[in-house]
């Protein structure tokens, strides 16, 4: 069973929201969360804590908000050879060989050829 698909809020209801929370008008936090009809207070909580940045942050989209840039989860992007400098693909290239040379090495050890 699938689950519900992610709602998307605007900035004003985000700032509203964290305002009410700041000023207490709702209660805490699991409270106020439940009566803007938000699915966690955990979200609520984000919120607060952008706004306390900068309220600015509140406009963007928050899946990649305060990690870091250069930093990569999941599978890495296939590498276009044909569009790499002689430099990089020299280091691509390295990094292959290592690579296939402890496969080999594992391979040997393991009796497998």
Do not use: C
Request: proline fraction near 2%; aromatic fraction near 4%.
């Amino acid at each position: 069973m699938a689950g519900k698909p992610n709602k998307k809020y605007s900035a004003e209801f985000k700032k509203e929201a964290v305002e009410k929370n700041l000023s207490g008008e709702l209660g805490g936090t699991k409270v106020a969360s439940r009566e803007l009809g938000l699915r966690s207070r955990e979200q609520l909580r984000q919120w607060t804590k952008l706004y306390q940045q900068d309220t600015e942050l509140l406009k963007k989209d928050g899946r990649h908000l305060g990690k870091k840039e250069g930093v990569q989860k999941g599978r890495p992007k296939k590498v276009k050879l044909d569009e790499l400098s002689k430099d990089e693909l020299i280091e691509h290239l390295k990094m292959e060989n290592a690579v296939l040379k402890k496969v080999k090495a594992l391979r040997k050890n393991y009796g497998e050829h």
